[in-house]
Every structure is written in C-alpha cells, then in structure tokens.
C-alpha cells in the first residue's frame, strides 16, 4: 500500500517536471519571438528613417532650385550653369557662387553624402553616393523633352530597400529597370553622364515615362538607384 502510494507519488512530482518543462520552453520562445521581433521593428524604423533623410535631402535641393529661379536665375540656364562644388572643393570660394547651391551665396543647402547618422545603431547606409545630375531628362516629366531637367541620385544598397522606397513614396514596387549604361552613367560615374530616361530610347525598360522619382535597378538586378526630378522643364 505504501509503496503504490510511493509510485505514485513519483508520478505526480514527474508530470510536474514535465509540465514546468514545457512551460519553461513556452516562455523561452515567447521571449525570443520577442526579441525578434523588436530588432525586426528597430531595423525597419532605421531604414524609414534613412528614406526620410535621403527624401528630404532631396527636397532641400529642389526648393533651393526653386530659389534661385525666384532671385532671377534663368531657369533654362541652370543646367548649363548649375554648380555643385562642395565645401572644401577648389573653387568653393571662388567668386560668382550665386550657381553653387551648396553655397551660402548660391543655394545654401548643406551637403550630404549618404543616409546613415553615424550612431552605433544606423552606421549601415541605405544610400551613398549623392550627386546631381543637371544635364538628364526623364520623359514626360517636364514640359518638353529636350531642356534638360535636374536630377537627384543616389546607389541604393538593396532590392528590399528599393522597394520599401517606393512603398513610401506611393509608386510600383515593381521596380524599373534601367539598361546597364543608363545605371553607370547616372550612379556610378562621378559626376554623373547625362542620361534621357525613356522607354522609347531604350534607356528604361517600363516606369520610368512620366514619373518624376522613383527607386530602379539595372539590367543585371545587381544595383539599384534612387532618381528625382528636383527641377522639371
């Protein structure tokens, strides 16, 4: 009698080993989905965060093309004219600067290279290589076709990240894709090669005609870029 009590005994304490087990292991996988799942929303608040700073970067620059056009710079001129020297370049100081828009005397936009702050947590950049391109044209974009138009650029490090771009800006995440001379003329060559993007030049295969910013790829789908319009003609 006293040893099937015994027996029993032991069978309630293991089922409550077992139970404690599975708790234990519920608990652990809850913590770490947790876990999980906060890295995952951090890193996607770091990359809308890069987006924002890339796009408003990009609208500085455009609303200082829009100042100098009402200070009675000739908007025909400026992409003949337009200057984009940065400080400590030669000639930063060289007078005329009312065409240097990272000028204080020209446009007075400060210059920035890439998207990430710097902090330990955003030191991976969503985008480098900003530059401008005065001489480019994106079909249908600007009231003719044949005055230039002036382009922001920039190299985006990822398909993800191309797309959560024009998630963002309200565009198909499809992503256009560029022919592989359009790409380096525009995001690789330094300063840029004026590039018409159409489907008709064979410079773009499908969205580009008629959209005045959107995140692409080249032909290969190995690099993305991010385009603007800033001053549309």
């Not at 936009?109 to 290589?129: C, E, I, P, Q, R």
């Not at 256009?176 to 773009?204: D, K, R």
Request: include cysteine; charged fraction near 10%; aromatic fraction near 6%.
């Amino acid at each position: 009698m006293v040893a099937g009590k015994r027996t029993a005994e032991r069978g309630g304490a293991l089922y409550i080993v077992l139970i404690a087990i599975i708790l234990l292991a519920a608990l652990t996988w809850a913590v770490s989905k947790s876990s999980e799942q906060q890295t995952n929303m951090s890193s996607s608040v770091q990359i809308d965060n890069q987006i924002s700073r890339m796009t408003a970067q990009a609208a500085l620059l455009a609303g200082a093309l829009q100042q100098m056009v009402a200070n009675g710079e000739d908007p025909l001129q400026l992409p003949t004219n337009l200057s984009t020297v940065r400080p400590g370049d030669t000639g930063w100081d060289t007078a005329p600067n009312n065409y240097k828009i990272y000028h204080p005397y020209g446009g007075g936009v400060k210059y920035m290279a890439s998207t990430g702050s710097g902090t330990a947590s955003d030191t991976t950049n969503l985008a480098t290589n900003f530059q401008i391109s005065p001489g480019s044209i994106v079909k249908g974009v600007g009231a003719t076709d044949t005055v230039p138009d002036i382009l922001f650029l920039a190299v985006v490090n990822s398909a993800s990240a191309c797309q959560r771009i024009n998630t963002l800006l309200g565009v198909p995440t499809t992503l256009p894709v560029l022919s592989n001379a359009a790409y380096t003329n525009l995001f690789v060559t330094v300063p840029p090669v004026a590039t018409t993007l159409s489907v008709a030049g064979g410079t773009c295969t499908s969205g580009c005609d008629n959209v005045a910013r959107s995140c692409v790829q080249n032909t290969s789908g190995n690099a993305w870029g991010y385009y603007q319009v800033l001053l549309p003609q």
